[in-house]
């Protein structure tokens, strides 16, 4: 697939909805096909964060790995979710690992060169902010949740 045929893609996907056609565009010269097969791991915790990935068909874990302790999924990601925020803050490393349940088919967007059109035009970098806010919002709270299932603790979202 040819990157101006990636941009109908991102338009509609819902997580750039309400972003100018230019915008999308513009991201979509960052933009690549990707595809895993069940068991490939898309990212490790530690590893370089240069990317994040729309997914378009397919399921991908976020686990938690310790060691001495079995691997803890966080959560489990399907089709149209967004996958990845390391990209976007120093030092640029997975917080978490990432894989393939299945055959996982998605667009990856490269985190370097998001960077550099966010630093060039500061409304689109606080568009992606905005945006990413609510994803590191979700991801925080499907992780207490499940240290909250984990330990038994009582839930306290009441006190947040």
């Given at each position: 697939m040819t990157l101006s045929s990636l941009a109908p893609i991102l338009q509609e996907h819902e997580f750039f909805a309400g972003l100018s056609p230019e915008y999308v565009q513009l991201l979509t010269e960052c933009a690549s096909n990707i595809r895993f097969d069940a068991g490939d791991m898309l990212f490790r915790q530690g590893e370089p964060a240069d990317r994040f990935y729309l997914l378009r068909q397919g399921k991908v874990?976020?686990?938690?790995?310790a060691p001495g302790r079995p691997t803890l999924t966080i959560k489990t990601l399907g089709d149209n979710?967004?996958?990845?925020w390391s990209w976007l803050f120093p030092p640029y490393q997975w917080q978490f690992d990432a894989r393939a349940l299945e055959l996982t088919r998605a667009v990856a967007l490269d985190g370097r060169c998001l960077r550099g059109k966010c630093d060039n035009d500061p409304v689109l970098g606080y568009e992606l902010m905005k945006r990413f806010s609510q994803i590191m919002l979700d991801s925080l709270n499907a992780t207490r949740l499940q240290l909250l299932d984990l330990y038994g603790l009582p839930d306290r979202r009441s006190a947040w």
């Open positions: 874990a976020i686990e938690i790995s979710d967004v996958l990845g």
